[in-house]
């Protein structure tokens, strides 16, 4: 299956002009870079370190998909260059959440108190990535451990919202934009009046705070 998708990641970017497959370059380069980072490691000593370097690969290809201006590509080539980036990045996603699940204790999650906060947000982010039916088994498992502080309470929002969203259901915590017009906007929220009040009881900032992180984003 990776084989496969990596086979159709070539020929997808093969029908990108030069100047679209050199824009979103960076992705590939990513993710060589961090395979030969990692492979130069000694083996993981426990589950948490091998979640982070797990999570590691996954997130520098986004990381450098952050940075490129999609401006740049031609608009009738955009779609195509998401599709040659993203037919990149699932196979890492679908490789990750399958060694999460075999490693998951018998507690239902990757606690803080057991695995760290870089253990536990690395389990967070792999899960994130993944698909609804992951969402959908976590969130209940999060939101008591998020009360108690085994999870980050921001991460708990975001697979919540996320969910929610998926479901075609107001977001809670105001975590997940689109775009409107070129810029970021959030996602309809419910009871708007209590947002900060929800947002605080996660330790999460206040949410203009939040929508100030995306001023000066790239038009979207």
């Known amino acids: 299956m990776g084989k496969f998708v990596l086979l159709l990641a070539a020929i997808v970017a093969m029908e990108l002009s030069p100047k679209s497959r050199e824009a979103i370059a960076p992705v590939h380069a990513a993710i060589v870079e961090a395979r030969t980072e990692l492979a130069s490691l000694p083996p993981p000593k426990d589950d948490a370190e091998r979640l982070i370097r797990m999570e590691k690969l996954a997130q520098a290809p986004r990381e450098a998909m952050s940075k490129i201006d999609f401006s740049q590509v031609p608009e009738g080539e955009r779609e195509a260059a998401f599709k040659a980036i ?4 699932t196979p890492i996603d679908q490789a990750n959440q399958e060694a999460l699940l075999k490693m ?11 695995y760290g906060k870089d253990g536990s947000e690395a389990a967070f982010m792999i899960v994130q990535h993944g698909n609804v039916e992951l969402w959908r088994r976590f969130v209940p498992v999060l939101e008591p451990l998020a009360a108690r502080g085994e999870v980050k309470g921001a991460e708990y929002a975001l697979m919540f919202d996320r969910l929610a969203i998926f479901e075609n259901r107001p977001q809670r915590y105001g975590s997940q934009m689109r775009c409107e017009n070129g810029k970021r906007a959030p996602y ?22 939040y929508l100030k992180l995306f001023e000066g984003s790239p038009p979207c």
């Open 104 to 114: 998951l204790p018998e507690e239902g999650w990757f606690t803080i108190s057991r």
């Open 86 to 89: 993203w037919a990149e990045l």
């Open 188 to 209: 309809p929220i419910e009871e708007p009046g209590q947002l900060d009040v929800r947002r605080a009881k996660l330790g999460m900032i206040p949410y203009a705070s």
